[in-house]
């Protein structure tokens, strides 16, 4: 390397150095950076503002209804139900949102355009009482975007924007405020009874160890009335008893019981009783006519009336043919004496003798049969499965009968007449009831022939 080279090499050398110790020195004593300020926050206009303590009152109407709400000894009380317990939660919920009012947008200061935002006829009204006097707000129509509500107050003619979730609680209904506790859960109902104005009533009783009259070994249900029959558990579970514990909690609206009341929604002359028997305790309504989309029901001791919707009551109508076992005389051989059918002209009797015991035996018109003969005969025509439900009575004359007879004495007898071209109609003790493919008991009369 030249010697003019090196000299250049150690000059840019010498110059990287001094420029590293300054870069340091710059480090080690520049004054300290501060970050930028933060953008000033705000909780938006403030329209009302009170120490929730001081709040007194509230008197609440919309869509739904009116009430009010009071403060009487330190404790919230709702007018007309003094003896109701009050939902903590809910009444925080309102002391919370009113007693601190504030919007982000002013939207119309001068009140010109209240029909526009639908404040002229306002969707609900919610006057808050104080120890300093009273405020009233009106919440209008929903914003074009649906995220919220036009309000104003009776301080001026403002128009404020109110977020959805605000204006919720002043849509809320009494029934939101009351804590009625705990609803029965149909697990526990043991038995239901339905008593129509018009008509017979329902009634189905829980038996764990299988139906009394042993006419369905798969339902652990019995109904009693209008008749004696099994009901399916899926059935009764559905159509019933979930519906039954779940109707208190469509309520909308809530009402003091009393004559008055009771005549003005309908309650004096009920069209349904419910009668329901849990494992622990019993609960008893009242059910009005419907009144559009509601009915009104009391619970027997509650002391109030609640509005609930007329679809969670449609269960009221339930038939017995729509909860009872859809498979006929499923019974346990151990509980036959005997089967008795006839069909073309003829009939033929089985006898059954100790069906469950070591010695059992079994006879056709008088000859014995063998145990597993007369067992895959029997497995033929014991489990009979409904087609439908008949909406008329069969067309004809009956074509066929089996009669089973339990060996506490009881009956089961079921005929058989034209429906349509594809089905018969099936009586059950003489009352018509269900349709049957007729192929399936064309096949069951025709294995009369080969026993």
Same mark, same amino acid.
């Given at each position: 390397?030249?010697?003019?080279?090196?000299?250049?090499?150690?000059?840019?050398?010498?110059?990287?150095?001094?420029?590293?110790?300054?870069?340091?020195?710059?480090?080690?004593?520049?004054?300290?950076?501060?970050?930028?300020?933060?953008?000033?926050?705000?909780?938006?206009? +403030?329209?009302?503002?009170?120490?929730?303590?001081?709040?007194?009152?509230?008197?609440?109407?919309?869509?739904?209804?009116?009430?009010?709400?009071?403060?009487?000894?330190?404790?919230?009380?709702?007018?007309?139900?003094?003896?109701?317990?009050?939902?903590?939660?809910?009444?925080?919920?309102?002391?919370?949102?009113?007693?601190?009012?504030?919007?982000?947008? &002013?939207?119309?200061?001068?009140?010109?355009?209240?029909? /526009?935002?639908?404040?002229?006829?306002?969707?609900?009204?919610?006057?808050?009482?104080?120890?300093?006097?009273?405020?009233?707000?009106?919440?209008?129509?929903?914003?074009?975007?649906?995220?919220?509500?036009?309000?104003?107050?009776?301080?001026?003619?403002?128009?404020?924007?109110?977020?959805?979730?605000?204006?919720?609680?002043?849509? &809320?209904?009494?029934?939101?405020?009351?804590?009625?506790?705990?609803?029965?859960?149909?697990?526990?109902?043991?038995?239901?009874?339905?008593?129509?104005?018009?008509?017979?009533?329902?009634?189905?009783?829980?038996?764990?160890?299988?139906?009394?009259?042993?006419?369905?070994? &798969?339902?652990?249900?019995?109904?009693?009335?209008?008749?004696?029959?099994?009901?399916?558990?899926?059935?009764?579970?559905?159509?019933?008893?979930?519906?039954?514990?779940?109707? +208190?909690?469509?309520?909308?609206?809530? !009402?003091?019981?009393?004559?008055?009341?009771?005549?003005?929604?309908?309650?004096?002359?009920?069209? !349904?009783?419910?009668?329901?028997?849990?494992?622990?305790?019993?609960?008893?309504?009242?059910?009005?006519?419907?009144?559009?989309?509601?009915?009104?029901?009391?619970?027997?001791?509650?002391?109030?009336?609640?509005?609930?919707?007329?679809? @969670?009551?449609?269960?009221?109508?339930?038939?017995?043919?729509?909860?009872?076992?859809?498979?006929? /005389?499923?019974?346990?051989?151990?509980?036959?004496?005997?089967?008795?059918?006839?069909?073309? @002209?003829?009939?033929?009797?089985?006898?059954?003798?100790? @069906?469950?015991?070591?010695?059992?035996?079994?006879?056709?018109?008088?000859?014995?049969?063998?145990?597993?003969?007369?067992?895959?005969?029997?497995?033929?025509?014991? /489990?009979?499965?409904?087609?439908?439900?008949?909406?008329?009575?069969?067309?004809?004359?009956?074509?066929?009968?089996?009669?089973?007879?339990?060996?506490?004495?009881?009956?089961?007898?079921?005929?058989?007449?034209?429906?349509?071209?594809?089905?018969?109609?099936?009586?059950?003790?003489?009352?018509?009831?269900?349709?049957?493919?007729?192929?399936?008991?064309?096949?069951?009369?025709?294995?009369?022939?080969?026993?």
């Amino acid at each position: 390397m030249s010697a003019n080279k090196r000299f250049i090499l150690n000059i840019i050398i010498v110059a990287a150095v001094i420029c590293a110790l300054i870069g340091a020195l710059y480090a080690l004593t520049r004054p300290e950076e501060k970050p930028p300020a933060p953008e000033e926050y705000t909780n938006g206009i +403030e329209v009302f503002s009170v120490d929730p303590e001081a709040m007194t009152s509230a008197r609440v109407s919309n869509k739904n209804g009116g009430y009010y709400l009071y403060k009487y000894n330190g404790s919230w009380r709702l007018e007309g139900f003094d003896g109701i317990t009050l939902d903590s939660n809910m009444l925080d919920a309102l002391t919370n949102t009113f007693s601190d009012v504030t919007s982000p947008q &002013l939207v119309d200061e001068t009140g010109e355009n209240a029909a /526009a935002f639908g404040l002229s006829s306002p969707e609900a009204t919610v006057v808050i009482g104080t120890d300093g006097g009273e405020r009233a707000f009106y919440i209008g129509g929903e914003t074009p975007d649906g995220n919220g509500y036009y309000f104003s107050t009776d301080a001026g003619p403002e128009v404020y924007f109110m977020e959805s979730y605000v204006a919720d609680v002043a849509f &809320l209904t009494a029934r939101d405020y009351v804590s009625l506790g705990a609803s029965f859960a149909a697990e526990d109902i043991t038995e239901i009874r339905i008593a129509p104005k018009n008509g017979p009533p329902l009634h189905v009783v829980m038996n764990p160890d299988g139906a009394a009259d042993q006419y369905g070994l &798969l339902s652990y249900w019995t109904i009693t009335e209008p008749e004696k029959r099994s009901a399916s558990n899926s059935d009764v579970m559905t159509a019933l008893l979930t519906p039954a514990a779940e109707m +208190e909690s469509t309520a909308s609206g809530i !009402y003091e019981d009393n004559a008055e009341n009771r005549a003005a929604l309908g309650l004096s002359s009920p069209d !349904y009783s419910l009668d329901v028997t849990l494992g622990s305790g019993a609960a008893s309504y009242l059910i009005s006519p419907a009144d559009g989309e509601y009915r009104y029901i009391i619970r027997d001791g509650a002391g109030y009336i609640l509005r609930v919707d007329d679809e @969670g009551c449609a269960f009221l109508a339930s038939t017995m043919e729509q909860v009872a076992e859809k498979y006929l /005389a499923m019974i346990d051989v151990a509980d036959l004496s005997g089967v008795e059918m006839t069909a073309n @002209g003829e009939t033929k009797v089985f006898t059954v003798l100790d @069906g469950a015991g070591e010695n059992a035996s079994f006879y056709v018109d008088g000859r014995e049969l063998g145990e597993d003969e007369f067992r895959g005969f029997y497995q033929q025509i014991v /489990a009979l499965l409904v087609n439908g439900v008949l909406d008329d009575a069969p067309a004809g004359e009956t074509v066929g009968s089996i009669t089973y007879t339990l060996n506490s004495g009881e009956k089961l007898r079921l005929d058989f007449a034209p429906y349509d071209e594809r089905s018969y109609g099936v009586y059950i003790n003489g009352r018509r009831q269900y349709s049957m493919l007729r192929k399936n008991v064309d096949k069951i009369f025709d294995l009369m022939k080969d026993i």
